[in-house]
């Protein structure tokens, strides 16, 4: 099992860059696919990034590619999502996932297992 722990979201005006992390817990981290989903409200959690479990392969929803860019650090239990030009639209708790069934790219909710408390992320306009 593990536990993953968000951080690093924030204010940030239209255009800005914010970063970030998810901390897990847990020796497996390394056999984990993972992926960053956000859900704005009122809305269902859609897929933002994914990648796999030994960051070989990375996968990105259309709206931020380019923009976006997932990593991760298998010896700190570490995965980061670098955002760039932030637009207003993409206001919404973000959040980190782990899929204890799948090491590849995984982008749908129902793949994950383990997912953070979520970090808010306001684009202000």
């Known amino acids: 099992q593990v536990q993953l722990v968000e951080s690093g979201g924030g204010l940030v005006q239209a255009g800005g860059s914010l970063r970030l992390s998810c901390a897990a817990s847990?020796?497996?981290?390394?056999?984990?696919?993972m992926g960053w989903f956000r859900q704005a409200p009122g809305k269902e959690r859609e897929f933002v990034a994914a990648?796999?479990?030994?960051?070989?392969?990375?996968y990105y929803t259309d709206s931020v590619k380019g923009r976006f860019t997932i990593s991760r650090d298998n010896a700190k239990n570490t995965m980061y999502l670098q955002m760039n030009s932030l637009k207003p639209e993409e206001t919404a708790v973000y959040y980190c996932?782990?899929?204890?069934?799948?090491?590849?790219?995984?982008?749908?909710?129902?793949?994950?297992?383990?997912w953070g408390q979520g970090t808010q992320v306001t684009v202000s306009s």
């Open positions: 996932a782990a899929s204890g069934r799948y090491h590849g790219v995984r982008v749908t909710v129902t793949d994950y297992d383990y």
């Open positions: 990648i796999t479990w030994r960051g070989a392969s990375t």
């Open positions: 847990g020796r497996t981290f390394s056999s984990y696919a």
